[in-house]
């Protein structure tokens, strides 16, 4: 892979976005790490979902990758358990400690027919679209390998990727390069704190589409999921009840947020799975995601 920043840059572009690490700097890239996934995505919708992200700007469906024998089931188990795992969040505007989490980001192109796990690089977002977190250069703990190659990962992942290249050929943007960012979330709510999985409140998160599973929902009350158009126009309710509950959604297009959780009792949790996907040769999508730069930037 030769990612490399186009020499008609500016400087204050280059400047801004050297810390973003592989996706600036082409060394980094070569050198990293990097995963191969043996499932390669056929390029088709198979769950249909395209149609209804474009028409409604969302997709919904309860218990879609759930465990069809949780008790049993050895691969959710250790799938479930790498929210165990996870860190406090210490970018917290609020000071709060109920969001814990570990971020990672993958890269795909069609024509190599695999997805990659690319070098670690922190988390930045525009604070046009994060009021809370904006502008800052956030370091989490990366997503540990294991989860990658469990087959709870890699379905929502792999289906989610097929959805939302269909979305793109459909609206006619066959050149696609794909940034893809992993989070995975777990908000804690007890007495002396309620959870809140959108701190922020309603927005954007800056991407092209993302999907959110739920991973767990044990000893909460709340945590009611919002869908909004881009002026505020509320289209859907929901709240995750079910592993496997999964929200698709046109990020570009709509508007999200969560209700506060609270503890039925003494302690609660909230566990997300959540991937973003912004192609980066959409015209926009760079300077969308970062707050600055194009894709004439990049040479991926
Ligand atoms: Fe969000």
Same mark, same amino acid.
């Given at each position: ?92 505007? *609020? ?8 971020? !990672? +980001? @993958? =890269? &795909? ?6 997805? #990659? ?17 904006? *502008? ?8 540990? !390998? +294991? @989860? =990658? &190659? ?6 929502? #992942? ?143």
């Amino acid at each position: 892979m030769d990612v490399t920043v186009n020499n008609q840059s500016t400087c204050s572009e280059y400047e801004k976005l050297e810390p973003l690490g592989w996706l600036a700097n082409g060394m980094n890239a070569e050198n990293g790490r990097i995963i191969s996934f043996p499932t390669i995505p056929q390029l088709n919708d198979t769950i249909g979902s395209s149609d209804r992200v474009i028409e409604n700007g969302y997709f919904y469906e309860r218990e879609l990758y759930s465990p069809i024998d949780m008790g049993n089931d050895t691969d959710w188990h250790s799938f479930k358990e790498h929210w165990d795992r996870l860190a406090v969040d210490k970018y917290m505007a *609020d000071g709060g400690t109920y969001r814990l989490r570990r971020y !990672s +980001t @993958l =890269f &795909f192109e069609s024509h190599r027919m695999a997805i #990659l796990k690319m070098p670690y690089m922190p988390l930045f977002k525009s604070s046009s679209y994060n009021s809370f977190a904006g *502008d800052i250069f956030r370091d989490f703990q990366e997503t540990e !390998s +294991t @989860l =990658f &190659f469990n087959p709870y990962f890699q379905r929502l #992942l792999n289906e989610s990727l097929r959805v939302f290249i269909a979305c793109e050929n459909q609206r006619g943007r066959t050149k696609q390069k794909w940034f893809i960012e992993v989070d995975q979330y777990r908000i804690t709510a007890d007495k002396n704190q309620p959870g809140k999985p959108t701190p922020e409140g309603v927005h954007s998160d800056g991407t092209n589409y993302f999907s959110l599973m739920l991973v767990a929902r044990e000893g909460v009350r709340g945590g009611v999921s919002s869908i909004y158009d881009n002026v505020l126009n509320l289209k859907k309710e929901v709240t995750l009840e079910y592993p496997g509950d999964v929200i698709m959604l046109d990020d570009a297009s709509m508007m999200h947020g969560v209700t506060s959780i609270e503890p039925l009792e003494d302690h609660g949790v909230r566990d997300i799975l959540h991937i973003s996907f912004t192609n980066l040769l959409r015209p926009g999508s760079i300077n969308r995601r970062f707050g600055f730069g194009s894709e004439d930037m990049l040479t991926i």
